[in-house]
T-cell receptor
Framework: AQKVTQAQTEISVVEKEDVTLDCVYE???????LFWYKQPPSGELVFLIR??????QNEISGRYSWNFQKSTSSFNFTITASQVVDSAVYFC?????????????FGPGTRLSVLP | DAGITQSPRHKVTETGTPVTLRCHQT?????MYWYRQDPGHGLRLIHY???????DKGEVSDGYSVSRSKTEDFLLTLESATSSQTSVYFC?????????????FGPGTRLTVT
């Protein structure tokens, strides 16, 4: 069965520090998709990124970057020069192509606190 | 932002009463989902729908039922609310016909069962 692990329950950093959030996944499918979501204190869930299993190219978007490594089944998320507004719970998720409807699995989340 | 609304946004109800939560989308997406979010459990799938009148159970479906009579509306009903159903409920939709892609979430409904 598919599974997503986020071993870091809570992380605290001081503003302007870089921080990496870890995500390790398990799947038997060869085609799958990985996602990151952000849940700020206001409670909404915000989609950040999707990566396909056949595309291991890393991605950078402003201060955010994602490192996808199939060899270690990891999809880590780095925030460079963190800001207080980055404080949130971050969820990693996995979707398998062959499991209609119930294909989405979320990790338990990592709570990031960025202190001024 | 995806056009997803949930109503009510907050509700307090008593044990044993029926409760219906509504999810409304303006994106014409085929797939809709109901999740609950609880501390220590993350997001867990309750039910999902893959079309009008087509629904199926998720991981934690006991005590819940759903209905979808129109593409844009997905209702979640707690037939007889219990304190264990106190939670934050999120509705989600997935883009177009590609169910495996990202899900977009509504703002959530905070339900308290006393």
């Amino acid at each position: 069965a598919q599974k997503v692990t986020q071993a870091q329950t809570e992380i605290s950093v001081v503003e302007k520090e870089d921080v990496t959030l870890d995500c390790v996944y398990e799947t038997r499918d060869t085609t799958y998709y990985l996602f990151w979501y952000k849940q700020p204190p206001s409670g909404e869930l915000v989609f950040l990124i999707r990566r396909n299993s056949f595309d291991e190219q890393n991605e950078i978007s402003g201060r955010y970057s994602w490192n996808f490594q199939k060899s270690t089944s990891s999809f880590n998320f780095t925030i460079t020069a963190s800001q207080v507004v980055d404080s949130a719970v971050y969820f990693c998720a996995l979707s398998e192509e062959g499991n209609y409807g119930q294909n989405f699995v979320f990790g338990p989340g990592t709570r990031l606190s960025v202190l001024p | 932002d995806a056009g997803i609304t949930q109503s009510p946004r907050h509700k307090v109800t008593e044990t044993g009463t029926p409760v219906t939560l509504r999810c409304h989308q303006t994106e014409n997406h085929r797939y809709m989902y109901w999740y609950r979010q609880d501390p220590g459990h993350g997001l867990r799938l309750i039910h999902y729908s893959y079309g009008v009148k087509d629904t199926d159970k998720g991981e934690v479906s006991d005590g819940y039922s759903v209905s979808r009579s129109k593409t844009e509306d997905f209702l979640l009903t707690l037939e007889s609310a219990t304190s264990s159903q106190t939670s934050v409920y999120f509705c989600a939709i997935s883009g177009g016909q590609v169910v495996f892609y990202e899900q977009y979430f509504g703002p959530g409904t905070r339900l308290t069962v006393t």
